[in-house]
Structures are given as C-alpha cells and as structure tokens.
C-alpha cells in the first residue's frame, strides 16, 4: 500500500523559513518524480514543485521560485520542501503526491501557519 | 499555463441521483505522445484529494463504476450515478499534459 506522511509544519513568522519532510513507503520511491500541492484555506489546489527521481530536474511554481527547494533523499525514502522568506500567503495545507500518467496518490498534508 | 474551468461551482443532488460536472482546458490536453492527462479528484472533508478518474475514462483502483469520466481535446464531463452519502466533497479536474500541472477551481457536491 503506498503511504506518503509529511511532517515538519507549524505557525511561524513571516521572513522565516522551514523545512517539510515526507516519508514514502508502499513502492520504489527511488523510481518516481515526485510533487508537492499546497492549498490555502478554503481554496483550490496548486502545484508548486516537482523534482525528478533522480534529482536530476526540478521545477518550480512563480510563486515560490527562488524562496522553495525541494530535494529528496532516495536512501531515506524522503521527499522534502525547504521554505525561506516566508510570506502570510504561503499559508496552506502542503501534500507531498505521486503522479504518474496512471494513478495519483496524496498524503495526508501538513499545515504551515504564516503569521505575526 | 493552462487554464481549467470547471462548472457549476456547487451542485445540488438527492441520494440515488445522477450529477455532471464539466472541466475545460484553455489548451487542448493531447499530449505529443497521443495520451490525455486528464484526471478526476475528489476531495472529502478534512481529507487529502483521492484519485478517481485518469487519461479522461480511466477508473483508478477500486473506484466505483458510477464514476465515469468523458471526453476530448479541452471538453471533459465527470459522471456520477446513483449518488451515495461517501460521494459528498469537493470534485476537482486536473491537468498533467503541460507543464506546470493545473487544476480547476472545484465543483462542490451537497444533498439536497
């Protein structure tokens, strides 16, 4: 059964950075681009970054380039979003997904607070 | 980017009934390769979306087959018969045929 949990979410202030993390387990993590899609509250959905299964290509929303780095750590089974200058409009649920041309799986998400 | 409109927003729908909700692309969804990276999410309350629908007919694993998906170019339609309770949420097409990946605004299915 494939299984992403993202951790690493919080309430912290604007400017500031964090760093989210998602485990994967249930398939070969090693063999997959991976996603991350945020939602702010009581909004749509939007795609901000997407890294390559090898690392070897990653691309990013305008509305984080420059600010996110998403990673991943193929011996860990790890996907991360490292988040700097941070603003109020990054508030959202983040998810980590794998999406492929034929199946689609999300994690539960993790919330990230931006806030005086 | 590409643009997806869905429509209605919000729907209305008595047990037992049949709905559909429209997706369209400001692009057409035909990828170089032939596919079309359409898909179907749905979005229960206090969940993280679930797949339902893929290249635009394709029911994902253990989805039910009152769950049909249609369509072609940059005109989808999401079917939904004989509406059950666990089908209630917020419905959302999405893109994966053109960089960066888009989704439409969202179709919220409520009882009547």
């Known amino acids: 059964e494939v299984q992403l949990v993202e951790s690493g979410g919080g309430l912290v202030k604007p400017g500031s950075s964090l760093k989210l993390s998602c485990v994967a387990s249930?398939?070969?993590?090693?063999?997959?681009?991976m996603h991350w899609i945020r939602q702010a509250p009581k909004k749509g959905l939007e795609w901000i970054a997407l890294?390559?299964?090898?690392?070897?290509?990653?691309y990013y929303a305008d509305s984080v380039k420059g600010r996110f780095t998403i990673s991943r750590d193929n011996s860990k089974n790890t996907l991360y979003l490292e988040m700097n200058s941070l603003r109020s409009e990054d508030t959202a649920m983040y998810y980590c997904?794998?999406?492929?041309?034929?199946?689609?799986?999300w994690g539960q998400g993790v919330m990230v607070t931006v806030s005086s | 980017d590409v643009v997806m409109t869905q429509t209605p927003v919000s729907l209305s729908v008595s047990l037992g009934g049949q709905v559909s909700i429209s997706c369209r692309s400001s692009q057409s969804l035909v990828h170089n390769n032939g596919n079309t990276y359409l898909s179907w999410y749905l979005q229960k309350p206090g969940q993280s979306p679930q797949l339902l629908i893929y290249?635009?007919?394709n029911r994902f694993s253990g989805i039910s087959d009152r769950f049909s998906g249609s369509g072609s170019g940059t005109d989808f339609t999401l079917k939904i018969s004989r509406v059950e309770p666990d089908d209630l949420g917020v419905y959302y097409c999405g893109q994966g045929t053109q960089y960066p990946p888009t989704f439409g605004g969202g179709t919220k299915l409520e009882l009547k």
């Open positions: 997904a794998k999406l492929t041309g034929s199946s689609g799986y």
């Open positions: 290249k635009v007919s």
């Open positions: 890294i390559y299964y090898d690392s070897s290509n990653k």
């Open positions: 249930g398939f070969t993590f090693s063999s997959y681009g």
